[in-house]
């Protein structure tokens, strides 16, 4: 059934300050709105319930207070579909529980015994544990790449390193993880996802290490540090357009590949806003490694990011018009419609995943950080 003329939908966004900056561009805003589409700002210093009426709601948002004002808002408004659901968004708040669900997919290998993985990690969660800890013996060797364990989009969360020796693990502050470093070209992949649409973009990443160098470097040295980017605002046009790598020789992965690892990814977690970071391992050319996982990520970096998510809007909003209108032809033949009402506002936080969905083969037709993390 078509779409009644003048039908106009409201999308609420609740994003900080940064994000929003970056995200609500004016060329966002007139795009959706050709498309029937209003983007209307959350005020986030009154309750979520005494807005809107809102037709969906997006938001990277953390705490217990919005969480609850979400489940108050979804509760009293069933029909309101809320991207992406705070429970799934947890998942990727930890550096260890975000990896995992990758080793959980099922994907097709494409040609030429093209594989993916995850690089080796552990969690160390106590600063003694750090000083005895027999590196080589639980499965890495140095260097190695530093985390916070936790990944909250804070600038804590943010402070990484690249540790080559005993000395620079005695100055971390756990709990970290500590990932072994891949060389790998000095080339990050950053996959955007947007519900079923998959871009991917090359950036710069962390130079090589020559393992024969390593005893003469210091202990640890920062991203900021060993990328030279201390004199660059990480925010700014200009720190993306040096971080741009346009060399017309590095080729990107096979996009079958990262197109089935977006669609198990987005279908294991629930999520349909986010994006992961890929690597090629210089040790096995055809190998890549999934680094990272990034919920909302910088889509204004991306390109045609303006249609891209408008586009999406668009999708979800009239799926879940067209069971709303197919509901109310239901009422209209006096036919059992129990259940249904809840199927519009299932629509975005069941991610359309059903038991066992994560170890199936998968058959699919197609504060961010920009170097290794």
């Known amino acids: 059934m078509e779409e009644p003329m003048g039908r106009r939908f409201a999308v609420g966004y609740a994003l900080a300050s940064k994000k929003q900056a970056s995200f609500i561009q004016i060329s966002l805003i007139n795009i959706a709105k050709e498309k029937s589409i209003d983007l209307i ?4 210093e009154k309750p979520l319930i005494e807005q809107g009426p809102f037709n969906l709601v997006i938001h990277k948002i953390y705490g217990a207070q919005w969480r609850q004002q979400l489940a108050e808002y979804s509760a009293k408004n069933p029909n309101v579909l809320i991207i992406d659901s705070p429970d799934a968004i947890e998942r990727l708040h930890n550096r260890i529980s975000m990896l995992q669900v990758v080793m959980e997919l099922s994907v097709i290998e494409c040609e030429d015994a093209v594989s993916f993985g995850i690089p080796k990690q552990i969690a160390v969660y106590d600063a003694s544990e750090v000083l005895d800890m027999n590196l080589e013996g639980r499965g890495l060797k140095f260097p190695v790449i530093a985390k916070p364990l936790v990944a909250d989009g804070s600038a804590k969360s943010h402070k990484m390193s690249l540790v080559y020796n005993r000395d620079g693990l005695s100055k971390l502050k756990p709990p970290v993880v500590l990932q072994e470093f891949v060389n790998h070209g000095g080339v990050i992949f950053k996959v955007y996802v947007v519900g079923d649409y998959v871009k991917c973009v090359k950036r710069k990443s962390l130079p090589d290490v ?24 990480r925010s700014g046009d200009s720190y993306y357009k040096m971080m741009d790598l346009d060399d017309g020789k590095t080729e990107i992965p096979p996009m079958k590949l990262l197109v089935d690892i ?3 990814l987005r279908r294991a977690m629930g999520l349909h806003l986010f994006n992961f970071d890929v690597i090629r391992d ?8 999934v680094i990272d996982i990034n919920y909302f990520p910088g889509y204004a970096k991306m390109p045609s ?4 998510l408008t586009d999406f809007f668009w999708d979800v909003l009239n ?7 197919d509901l109310d032809l239901d009422l209209d033949s006096d036919s059992d419609t129990s259940g249904c009402q809840n199927q519009a506002s299932m629509l975005i936080s069941n991610a359309d995943v059903d038991d066992g969905a994560a170890n199936r083969i998968l058959v699919v037709d197609e504060k961010e950080n920009p170097i290794q993390v």
């Open 210 to 233: 020559n393992e024969e160098n390593l005893g003469s470097l210091k202990g640890s040295l920062s991203f900021s540090q060993v990328s030279n980017l201390n004199c660059v605002e």
């Open 305 to 308: 990011y303006e249609h891209v």
């Open 262 to 264: 977006a669609s198990g």
């Open 41 to 44: 700002k959350i005020d986030l």
């Open 282 to 289: 210089d040790r096995i050319g055809n190998r890549y490694l």
């Open 319 to 325: 799926r879940t018009n067209k069971k709303e209108t």
